[in-house]
């Protein structure tokens, strides 16, 4: 009843919705969280003698486990997918397998990298 747009709601301005998958039908899938490849914006930029391969972000692949609708388990490969609050996602063709989808992030909702360089 008080859902926004319902006659009984309250006046309010609502920002958005967040919509929760039930934990007890959910489904358990990898989700790989990419990230900069390198820690500087220009790697070649050699300081102190170091290379490019010294400049690789160590972080720049972590992998999770997720819980998605079970909907989703029937994504084909390329298919896209917002998570709440965590950024956008696609079915990856390759290593996913019917009924069981790996997803790859494509696009964070937060940035991470600005604040880094806000830092300095």
């Not at 720049?60 to 965590?86: C, H, N, W």
């Not at 009924?99 to 964070?108: A, D, T």
Request: glycine share 6%; charged share 30%; aromatic share 10%.
């Amino acid at each position: 009843d008080t859902r926004s747009g319902s006659e009984t709601a309250p006046p309010r301005k609502v920002k958005g919705t967040i919509h929760w998958a039930n934990a007890t039908d959910s489904l358990e899938v990898p989700v790989r969280l990419y990230d900069r490849l390198f820690l500087t914006e220009n790697p070649e930029s050699a300081e102190d003698g170091k290379t490019f391969l010294d400049n690789l972000n160590p972080d720049s692949l972590e992998t999770i486990t997720a819980f998605v609708e079970p909907s989703v388990a029937d994504a084909g490969g390329g298919d896209k997918f917002q998570f709440e609050r965590t950024g956008y996602f696609c079915v990856d063709s390759k290593d996913s397998a019917p009924g069981k989808p790996v997803f790859n992030r494509i696009v964070p909702l937060r940035d991470s990298w600005a604040k880094m360089q806000a830092k300095k």
